[in-house]
């Protein structure tokens, strides 16, 4: 419970800028002690900015980027490693697609060219929306309380028409037999519409994920054109998924 009301508290802050102490407590119908301490914990990821007896949703750039590096979470580096080179792969004024995850929250910590973004990521989103030169649309669709994703049929029909240069996909597992899998068909779902609204896929994704197999099986390598992984991935995976055709960039 506390965790689902401090992320609520966080949407409340990010809406409408600053709320006291009092409007928190009354709206959750709390103590004031307990705000506070949901305050205390928010700022120490820095997610909030604590004034006296209020809260604030940060709004300087580097505190921002300071809470989307909280959000990576393990191996960060490797992710905005991962980002940087697929930056380099976008061109200018074109169309892609963002998947949602941590490390295609990388890709959009480094995107900084001219181009139009679709994403069902409101971590994404939160990131270029404050980029002039992006264009940021949002799918609609459920958010997922867990991965603050946009899943469902709205999200599905809102994909479908699109027509996007790119897109730069996320999976839960990566294996070269069986190919890209996830843990939701909802996300599986989602996943395919945005691989059939795209000219090119490119897979990003941690090396962590190589070798592993979630129950659902969304792509199969001939879907995929480009994968983009860190230096740790194994070579020996990292070769039977050539071998499937793949073009496969190690980010260092």
Request: proline letters at 3%; charged letters at 20%; glycine letters at 8%.
């Amino acid at each position: 419970m506390t965790a689902a009301r401090q992320e609520k508290i966080r949407f409340l802050l990010q809406k409408h800028g600053r709320l006291t102490v009092s409007e928190l407590a009354e709206k959750f119908g709390v103590s004031e002690m307990t705000i506070r301490r949901d305050l205390k914990e928010l700022a120490s990821m820095g997610l909030v900015q604590r004034e006296h007896g209020k809260a604030i949703y940060p709004q300087n750039p580097q505190v921002r980027n300071t809470v989307f590096l909280t959000r990576l979470g393990e191996a960060h580096k490797e992710k905005l490693d991962i980002g940087r080179i697929a930056m380099g792969l976008i061109q200018e004024g074109e169309s892609i697609i963002l998947d949602s995850g941590t490390t295609t929250l990388g890709v959009a910590l480094a995107l900084t060219k001219k181009c139009i973004v679709v994403t069902n990521s409101l971590p994404v989103a939160d990131v270029l929306g404050m980029r002039p030169e992006i264009t940021t649309l949002l799918t609609g669709g459920e958010v997922q309380k867990t991965t603050f994703s946009l899943m469902g049929p709205m999200t599905r029909e809102s994909l479908s028409g699109f027509n996007a240069d790119k897109l730069f996909l996320a999976a839960t597992g990566i294996s070269p037999e069986k190919g890209l899998s996830t843990t939701s068909m909802a996300e599986s779902e989602v996943k395919q519409a945005m691989i059939n609204s795209a000219k090119e896929v490119i897979l990003v994704a941690h090396s962590q994920k190589l070798g592993q197999l979630s129950y659902h099986t969304f792509a199969k390598w001939e879907k995929i054109h480009k994968f983009i992984t860190d230096s740790g991935a194994d070579p020996y995976l990292v070769q039977l998924i050539r071998q499937n055709g793949v073009e496969v960039i190690i980010a260092s």
